[in-house]
């Protein structure tokens, strides 16, 4: 079964501060790798997501994760976070087949202005 | 036009009652789910149907039953509704099974009193 690690469970940064959110999964075959974000009190939504080729993925709002195979990681950056960036940060990682999508245990991220 | 559609977005009900929560997509994709979120804003499956089939089932009581009566509907249906079942309860639909990206639905937040 696939299992996902988020390593920090609340961050706080100050406005224009660089971000970079953990993420380690375990599965023995080829995944396909995912973050969403929920903002408060709403639904989660995409942020980006990899599938294969380059390692190096771009998302929405300025953000982007690199796979590195070897690490077994999916760390999400960005390089000057916004107040509005403030919400719960999901990785998740899904193996084919009817496993499903099993999502880490979500990183608060607080933004202070 | 919201693509991921739940109702009711609020319940708030007693111990012992029975309530279902309801579920359209109108994305056309042939994989629904059930994920609950609960306090501490962990996420996990519930539930997934693929074209009106049964195909993920996890470790969830009795209680809970899905019912698919075609494709772009999922619905749930809880009985005998206990403190513990408090918690968000998002539908999510998914092109197929292997891709793994879902899209959500706001959420149905059920309260149990």
């Known amino acids: 079964a696939q299992s996902v690690s988020q390593h920090n469970h609340h961050v706080i940064l100050s406005e224009a501060a660089s971000l970079e959110l953990g993420c380690n999964y375990s599965?023995?075959?080829?995944?396909?790798l995912f973050w969403y974000v929920q903002y408060p009190g709403q639904h989660l939504q995409l942020l980006l997501k990899?599938?294969?080729?380059?390692?190096l993925v771009k998302g929405i709002k300025g953000f982007e994760a690199e796979f590195i195979k070897s690490k077994f990681s999916f760390n999400l950056r960005k390089p000057s976070v916004q107040w509005s960036d403030t919400a719960e940060y999901f990785c998740?990682?899904?193996?084919?087949?009817?496993?499903?999508?099993?999502f880490g245990k979500g990183t608060h991220l607080i933004i202070q202005p | 036009d919201t693509a991921v559609s739940q109702t009711p977005k609020y319940l708030v009900t007693q111990m012992g009652n029975d309530k279902s929560i309801k579920c359209e997509q109108n994305?056309?994709?042939?994989?629904m789910y059930w994920y609950k979120q609960d306090s501490k804003k962990f996420l996990k499956i519930m539930f997934s149907?693929?074209?009106?089939?049964?195909?993920i089932n996890e470790t969830v009581p009795n209680r809970f039953s899905p019912k698919s009566p075609d494709k772009a509907h999922l619905n749930l249906h809880i009985n005998s509704l206990e403190l513990g079942d408090s918690a968000v309860y998002f539908c999510?639909?998914?092109?197929?099974?292997?891709?793994?990206?879902?899209?959500f639905g706001e959420g149905s937040r059920l309260t149990v009193l």
């Open positions: 999510a639909s998914s092109q197929d099974t292997n891709t793994g990206e879902l899209f």
């Open positions: 149907y693929n074209n009106k089939e049964l195909i």
């Open positions: 998740a990682v899904a193996g084919g087949g009817a496993d499903g999508l099993t």
């Open positions: 994305l056309g994709h042939d994989t």
């Open positions: 990899y599938f294969s080729g380059d390692p």
């Open positions: 599965y023995g075959g080829t995944v396909n």
